[in-house]
T-cell receptor
Framework: KNEVEQSPQNLTAQEGEFITINCSYS?????LHWLQQHPGGGIVSLFM???GKKKHGRLIATINIQEKHSSLHITASHPRDSAVYIC??????????????FGTGTRLQVFP | EAQVTQNPRYLITVTGKKLTVTCSQN?????MSWYRQDPGLGLRQIYY???????DKGDVPEGYKVSRKEKRNFPLILESPSPNQTSLYFC???????????FGPGTRLTVL
């Protein structure tokens, strides 16, 4: 079983739809990252959070530490949001590590 | 402009021929890391460095070496590349381990 699981693996949506991507993890963490990878391959960091909720434009990320779960929401989706969204967790440094563990990504396609 | 640069961007080589992929950041970041990305497996951490002269293994360090002699540079060395190291490689940096990650553009390596 992977330590970081994302769902769904693939997602298609019509422009304007509200989108949710989920990330569950099984290890103790110090932080969780949401990344975006466009078809060209470049990776951009969207959020880094350790509790609560963060919002940037149409993107909202939430995390529930007790349930070991995070969600990424996209409101009013647009074709330019089409990308692979990757969840990554930083292992708790109390376990003498500062590794990043990645989910396998969610491929989102938004059609006009 | 704040950035992480990698060179080369594309490389085709043969089994056993030593190679180095360079990574440099101009943001005075403490933390640097190397990842490989393979279809179906997502991103996996190879090595990371919390500071100059401090490096640690990630999830897939076998067959790779790194060094951190200066804060800005973190080269990835393949002493004797093999075909299973054919992959897309990303370097990333952040101010500290638990911080927003900045990714380089990627290096596509093919080992014949």
């Amino acid at each position: 079983k992977n330590e970081v699981e994302q769902s769904p693996q693939n997602l298609t949506a019509q422009e304007g739809e509200f989108i949710t991507i989920n990330c569950s993890y099984s290890v103790g963490i110090s932080a969780l990252h949401w990344l975006q990878q466009h078809p060209g391959g470049g990776i951009v960091s969207l959020f880094m959070l350790s509790s609560g909720k963060k919002k940037h434009g149409r993107l909202i990320a939430t995390i529930n530490i007790q349930e070991k779960h995070s969600s990424l929401h996209i409101t009013a989706s647009h074709p330019r949001d089409s990308a692979v969204y990757i969840c990554a967790v930083e292992e708790d440094p109390r376990y003498n590590t500062d590794k990043l563990i990645f989910g396998t990504g969610t491929r989102l396609q938004v059609f006009p | 402009e704040a950035q992480v640069t990698q060179n080369p961007r594309y490389l085709i080589t043969v089994t056993g021929k030593k190679l180095t992929v360079t990574c440099s950041q101009n943001m005075n970041h403490e933390y640097m890391s190397w990842y490989r990305q393979d279809p179906g497996l997502g991103l996996r951490q190879i090595y990371y460095s919390m500071n100059v002269e401090v490096t640690d293994k990630g999830d897939v360090p076998e067959g790779y070496k790194v060094s951190r002699k200066e804060k800005r540079n973190f080269p990835l060395i393949l002493e004797s590349p093999s075909p299973n190291q054919t992959s897309l490689y990303f370097c990333a940096s952040s101010l500290y381990g638990t911080d927003t990650q900045y990714f380089g553009p990627g290096t596509r390596l093919t080992v014949l």
